[in-house]
């Protein structure tokens, strides 16, 4: 499973996940309280500074990750346009660029593993109601080991289709992709099971 | 216990997995990603409480950096999106579908399941969606509404379909339904 870290190693990249995310909370909640066009085009200029350090590689890679925003900003221009009102419709679409592209340069710039730490480190408090975090990681990792393995068993069920028919599948192979779903899950709960189950995860 | 495990993740992975695969095109044209029937289906099979945590654990997977999301999109830009809104109603989408299921216990188990989605996957979803867009895009409800009311026919026509696989599960896998335990279904 490909992650959206960017291989590209940066200076950020050994940042403390921690800070990262608390300084990016900050720095969305300060964009929503900011109207001024002269700040939120300040404040781009800088994500886009941001983004260009690593690398012209880096910042491509990173700016086409963006592109997700496209119906939204053709919407919000189109209705300030509509009322002229452009100035106020250019501020609101900057701040949606800077908020997305701040947070996305987290993702870029933070692994896998370190992310998870965090998550660990949040959860610990939900200890007290009974969630166990080494069942959340064991859960993370079954659906990042079982995504691409139901995706190449749903690839083999639209061949199979094909094979049979020249019409499109359609949602009818919802059906039977579901059930595969449910079959596996019974075999991996046995799974478990069968390796003394989570008792034994908890007691560890 | 590690069933419950096991159904959680492997229903994480099945909406991953609905997600990536290409765009289904119904019969009369419309566009319609595979994604949210997986969060209607989390809610009618697992029930609330496991329907809601299978969703959680899939948009858990999305923030850390996992590209799950229709089209491949994932990583924390998609919480501050205009469309943030829908994405953070979805464990609470999954869970009033689950529960309208298990309550619901009278008539056909698809009747139910599509109100189910309907009333949890559409109704519930879109409230927090326009909510979500009015904020980000800075517009008032009415007018953020207006922006996404033509998606609304396209999730009641997937609400119908989640009632009709759901029913179709019941009778191929009866104790995989754990919104409704066996010996009362109602298929």
Same mark, same amino acid.
Request: net charge positive; glycine share 8%.
């Given at each position: ?12 990249h050994s940042?403390? &996940? ?10 969305? =909640? =300060? ?20 983004? &260009? ?10 700016l086409?990750k ?5 119906p ?5 221009f &189109? ?14 679409i ?8 701040l ?16 998550? !660990? ?20 990792? =079954? ?16 061949? &199979?289709? !094909? ?31 069968? !390796?003394?189950?989570?008792t ?5 | 216990?590690?069933?419950n495990?096991?159904?959680i993740?492997?229903?994480? #992975?099945?909406?991953? *997995?609905?997600?990536?695969?290409p ?9 319609? @990603? ?22 959680l ?5 999305? #923030?850390?950096?996992?590209?799950l ?8 830009? /998609?919480?501050?999106? *205009? ?8 464990p609470? $989408?999954?869970?009033? @579908? ?17 109100? #189910?989605s309907? /009333? ?7 409230i ?15 007018? $953020? $509404?207006g922006?996404?009311t *033509? ?10 379909? $989640? ?6 599960? #019941? ?17």
């Amino acid at each position: 499973m490909i992650s959206l870290t960017s291989p590209i190693e940066t200076r950020a990249h050994s940042w403390s &996940a921690g800070l990262k995310l608390a300084a990016l909370c900050l720095s969305t =909640l =300060l964009l929503f309280s900011i109207d001024s066009l002269i700040i939120q085009i300040t404040f781009l200029s800088l994500v886009i500074t941001l983004y &260009a350090l690593p690398g012209l590689v880096f910042m491509r890679y990173g700016l086409s990750k963006l592109s997700i925003l496209w119906p939204f900003i053709v919407v919000v221009f &189109a209705w300030h346009w509509w009322i002229s009102e452009l100035l106020q419709g250019s501020a609101i679409i900057i701040r949606m660029i800077c908020a997305v592209a701040l947070a996305n340069l987290v993702t870029m710039t933070t692994r896998l593993s370190d992310m998870i730490d965090v998550v !660990r480190f949040l959860t610990q408090p939900l200890q007290r109601f009974g969630l166990n975090p080494r069942i959340l990681e064991l859960a993370i990792a =079954l659906v990042i080991r079982m995504t691409p393995v139901l995706l190449s068993k749903g690839e083999c069920l639209a061949m &199979a289709w !094909r094979a049979r028919s020249t019409r499109r599948s359609g949602y009818k192979i919802i059906l039977p992709f579901t059930l595969i779903a449910l079959d596996d899950a019974d075999h991996v709960a046995e799974a478990l099971r069968a !390796r003394g189950g989570l008792t034994n995860l908890e007691k560890n | 216990m590690e069933k419950n495990i096991a159904y959680i993740a492997l229903f994480a #992975a099945l909406i991953a *997995a609905l997600g990536l695969v290409p765009k289904l095109t119904l019969a009369f044209g419309v566009p319609i @990603t595979a994604q949210s029937l997986g969060i209607m289906l989390c809610g009618t099979i697992l029930g609330a409480k496991r329907g809601g945590l299978a969703v959680l654990l899939f948009l858990l997977l999305v #923030a850390i950096g996992l590209p799950l999301l229709s089209g491949g999109s994932g990583g924390l830009g /998609v919480f501050v999106s *205009a469309s943030a809104g829908f994405l953070l109603a979805w464990p609470l $989408a999954a869970f009033i @579908t689950g529960l309208i299921v298990e309550k619901w216990r009278s008539g056909s188990l698809a009747i139910v399941a599509a109100i #189910a989605s309907v /009333v949890g996957c559409v109704l519930v979803m879109y409230i927090f969606g326009i909510i979500g867009m009015a904020i980000v895009l800075d517009k008032t409800l009415l007018q $953020a $509404a207006g922006f996404v009311t *033509a998606f609304i026919p396209g999730d009641i026509i997937k609400a119908v379909i $989640a009632g009709l696989l759901t029913s179709a599960i #019941a009778k191929a896998r009866p104790a995989s339904v754990l919104s409704r335990p066996a010996h009362n279904n109602t298929v």
